[in-house]
């Protein structure tokens, strides 16, 4: 991946967010990469060479990766495992992970633990799918090197929490950093998935043949209705099939009027990672998929506008 630097930013500041702390692996792929679809991380191997990112655009990952290595410094104990890289061999393949915190105190398993900087959005939504997966292929990691597990958190890092949020919105997340749990899945069930992954990037890296993204994969949004006061701007209520009231236009028009001076603001649906956060993405050429979806949203677009 070719780094950019459109506005200047000073040379420290480029180098940290070029470094790539995984970029060393043994190995044939990671826990990381296996929770990722199979399309994605085989067209980004493909393009990489064709792919850019500005310099602006990874601070956010850079400073989760310093937050990161922050905390390594003070993972050291006796009963506690951090950034230890283990292996397994799954289908002729070699996988290794290398997980955050294993704290061993506990007689019939261990805490398994994952620092995630990230938004309040991400938690809200229950947290990814992905940290599930990821956590208990990392588990099943664990048990097949000889560690018991008996719980999973996340341990979000939420660079955009706000105190007073906390008394509008009951699901909001108690504090900017917490326990937030996982479920830990049958042991059965986590050999099962681990084996299908491998297989799924497998056929992906040898034959080219790969699933199109999932609705989940793409962390696809659905569209909804705002109700925005005059003057402000965050919604007063959200409508759609995915907002906690359901409802929709209507609803949101209704309401809008008996709240007086508020307009209705209509939110498309969105694959919010192909969109936002997938190198792939940005260049509908290279996916096939994102190429179809984003025509499809533009001729839905020009019929409403034309209606």
Known sequence: ???????????????????????????????????KPPQMLQLERTHDHEIEEDVSERVKMMIGTAVHEYLMRFAKGADVLSEERLRTL????????????????????????????????????GG????????????????????????????????????????ERADYPPAPSYLHPVPLWLDADAASYLEL??????????????????????WERGEAWAVVKYGKKRATAVFGPEA?????????????????????????????????????GRETGFCKQWGLERAYQAAREQQATSA
């Open 197 to 218: 992954r491998v297989r799924l990037h497998q056929q992906a890296r040898q034959h080219l043949i790969w699933p199109p993204c999932s609705p989940d994969e793409r």
């Open 1 to 35: 991946m070719k780094v950019t630097n459109r506005y200047n930013l000073p040379g420290p500041v480029v180098r940290a967010c070029e470094y790539d702390a995984h970029g060393f692996r043994l190995g044939d792929i990671t826990i990381t990469e296996l929770v």
């Open 90 to 125: 799954v289908n002729g393949w070699t996988v290794t992970g290398k997980f955050d915190v294993y704290d061993a105190l506990m007689l019939d398993g261990g805490r398994l633990c994952d620092y995630k900087y990230t938004s309040i959005y991400a938690v809200m939504k």
């Open 128 to 167: 990814r799918a992905d940290w599930e997966a990821q956590l208990n292929l990392y588990a099943e990691l664990l048990r097949r090197n000889g560690f018991g597990v008996r719980e999973l958190f996340v341990v979000p890092l939420l660079y955009d929490w706000r105190a007073d949020d906390t008394e």
């Open 244 to 280: 906690p009231r359901g409802g929709g236009q209507e609803e949101a028009s209704a309401m809008a009027e008996d709240v007086g001076k508020a307009r209705v603001e209509h939110r498309p649906g969105q694959s919010v990672r192909c969109a936002r956060f997938c190198h792939i």
